[in-house]
């Protein structure tokens, strides 16, 4: 079960997953193994439950034992004292690799600022401090259909970093048909990713942007075709758009504003980690979706959902 919650709460695991790519090459910079630990994760004001994977710093790649480590972790609200204890879930691979995840259920508080720590058995500790952003809401604006099929929306409030700014185009397709009497359309499912990090605008208010769903007829067409069973006379219909965006603290910025895997495998790139490596970010997802009229997708080359 709580699998599953990790799988909600981490919003911004594949980020870090970017930063833990090639963790066995020998790189240059500071020698990790005078320090404990490397920890990764995000505090998130709007889950219940707040998860830490944590990984100890040794000088040889070993399975690890599938049992919790000897070690306390703790989070402190630095503005009000607040303590949690942190628990260990000990996860194994199916390679048999052994990880452990730590996790306390609690709701950081917005802008409050939290110290993370986890000491080992025998006092070393490696720690973090992380900043949780301001709160802010993601507002989806009716169609604009004065010059194609223009999709505005806005993060209204004060969202000093946007992360992995994305549009979802969701959209189905004919690959062929039940057999006779009663033929009926088998349909396959896909969803075009369109980024949006740089056509961001900022406002008084916060930030806007706009989806042109007319131009992204196209790439979609593209890419369905790489299907040989796409039934190109049938059409690509049209199911809901959705838009995503992380709302991340200020500490959440590589070198250059990009997310290079090859930059930040450097041990010390992107860390906020006393004693250790690894980053702990705080942030938030926001996402909402359009389910548009017929009447509006029929403006364009897609087929309206019936």
Not at 97 to 124: K, L, N, S
Not at 127 to 144: F, G, N, R, Y
Request: proline letters at 8%; charged letters at 20%; a negative charge.
């Amino acid at each position: 079960m709580w699998m599953k919650c990790l799988g909600k709460a981490s919003l911004l695991l594949g980020l870090t997953a970017l930063l833990l790519m090639g963790c066995e090459e020998d790189v240059a910079g500071p020698d990790p193994f005078q320090y404990p630990y490397s920890m990764w994760g995000v505090l998130n004001p709007f889950a219940d439950t707040q998860f830490v994977r944590v990984f100890p710093i040794e000088t040889s790649l070993e399975p690890g034992l599938p049992e919790p480590l000897d070690a306390q972790f703790v989070s402190t609200d630095l503005g009000t004292g607040t303590q949690h204890t942190w628990r260990d879930s000990v996860i194994v691979d199916t390679l048999g690799m052994v990880g452990h995840v730590f996790y306390a259920p609690f709701r950081p508080e917005w802008e409050h600022q939290y110290r993370v720590e986890i000491t080992r058995g025998d006092g070393a500790s490696s720690s973090a401090e992380v900043e949780i952003p301001k709160q802010t809401t993601l507002v989806l604006d009716a169609p604009d259909t004065t010059r194609g099929v223009i999709l505005p929306a806005s993060i209204q409030g004060d969202a000093s970093n946007l992360l992995q700014s994305k549009a979802d185009i969701y959209v189905r397709y004919i690959v062929g048909f039940t057999p006779p009497p009663f033929p009926q359309p088998i349909y396959e499912y896909y969803h075009h990713i369109i980024p949006y990090d740089d056509d961001l605008r900022r406002t008084a208010d916060g930030w806007e942007l706009s989806i042109d769903l007319e131009r992204s007829y196209f790439p979609v067409l593209g890419e369905v075709s790489k299907n040989e069973n796409f039934i190109v006379d049938e059409g690509i219909t049209l199911l809901f758009v959705e838009f995503r965006v992380v709302v991340a603290n200020e500490a959440w910025m590589p070198p250059g504003g990009v997310f290079d895997p090859n930059v930040l495998v450097q041990p010390g790139v992107l860390s906020n980690v006393e004693n250790g490596f690894g980053f702990v970010g705080g942030g938030y997802r926001l996402a909402r979706s359009w389910t548009l009229p017929f009447e509006v997708v029929e403006k364009t080359e897609f087929l309206p959902n019936r």
